[in-house]
């Protein structure tokens, strides 16, 4: 196998173009940059068309495996030059591989199958955000993150790197307000709506299971159409001068209380 060298390289142009939300769109498929998430895109059974490979910067054996894994799978192995890689890839500092993955389109569904909770949020901006998200909806053993009106890419490269390769076993789902609040009246969850003007304290909340917290987007929040879904709107307290979290951080907050009102199983792994 030759060493491309070239940026200029037709493979490479192809894949450089998946930074381009339309190009993802259209082809169905997102980079993951870093052995960790070519790593997680493999455990979590991720369909991985190619393997971008910088054979210099390979210091592991696990990385070598991966790169076996992913070929014995079906995957094409691309081996370009660090200077190829780096113009692929999103973040500063060199990666050894990454790849390219078929994206995941997930449905509602129709009926409660065990979900403890899920997230849902309204027209969110930052993929940073997004992908911060779906892997704490992961890490609390979420189902997964509802997103309605016109949101983020969760295919972006931020949101997926954000998400530490949560995005390929989490469900993530795309749907119109109109069709998600019909959806909340047939599924019959408790909806719990975040705000720093709610009613509860979200440590005094009732969280039935299945339980979809709500937000609103960074900027203004629950809209009245939004608050009027919620069967609680709960507050999270603020001891300092600043009246509100950032978007992620009170999710979190209030799924890990959704977690310690319903423990169920013990931790599948320790938290790093």
């Known amino acids: 196998m030759s060493l491309i060298t070239s940026r200029a390289n037709a493979q490479v142009k192809a ?3 998946l930074r381009n939300k339309r190009e993802r769109d259209r082809s169905g498929l997102l980079f993951a940059g870093g052995p960790r998430l070519v790593g997680e895109a493999l455990r979590q059974g991720a369909q991985i068309e ?3 490979v910088v ?3 390979l210091r592991v054996q696990t990385e070598r495996d991966a790169i076996g894994a992913a070929r014995a799978q079906g995957a094409a192995v691309l081996e370009v ?3 190829v890689y780096d113009s692929l890839a999103f973040r500063g500092e060199p990666e050894s591989m990454g790849a390219v993955v078929r994206q995941r389109h997930d449905m509602l569904p129709e009926t409660p199958a065990g979900e403890l909770s899920w997230v849902a949020v309204h027209e969110i901006q930052h993929p940073g955000n997004l992908g911060t998200l779906i892997r704490t909806s992961d890490a609390a053993g979420g189902a997964g993150v509802i997103l309605t009106g016109t949101s983020t ?3 972006h490269p931020i949101c ?3 998400s530490l390769g949560a995005v390929f076993c989490q ?3 795309q749907t119109t307000q109109e ?3 019909v959806w909340l009246k047939h599924y019959g969850a408790t909806v719990v709506g975040t705000s720093p003007a709610g009613g509860i304290d979200y440590r005094e909340a009732v969280y039935r299971p299945p339980v979809v917290v709500l937000s609103g987007n960074e900027r203004i929040g629950l809209s009245d159409d939004q608050l009027a879904l919620c069967d609680q709107v709960v507050r999270i307290p603020m001891y300092g001068a600043v009246d509100s979290l950032n978007l992620s951080v009170a999710t979190a907050l209030v799924l890990y209380e959704v977690r310690r009102a319903n423990p169920g199983d013990r931790p599948a792994i320790a938290a790093r």
């Open 15 to 17: 894949i450089r173009a």
């Open 50 to 52: 190619t393997v971008v």
């Open 81 to 83: 030059s660090g200077d």
């Open 160 to 162: 997926v790197r954000g």
């Open 171 to 173: 469900r993530v789902v």
């Open 153 to 155: 890419d969760p295919y």
């Open 55 to 57: 054979p210099e910067r």
């Open 179 to 181: 069709e998600f609040a």
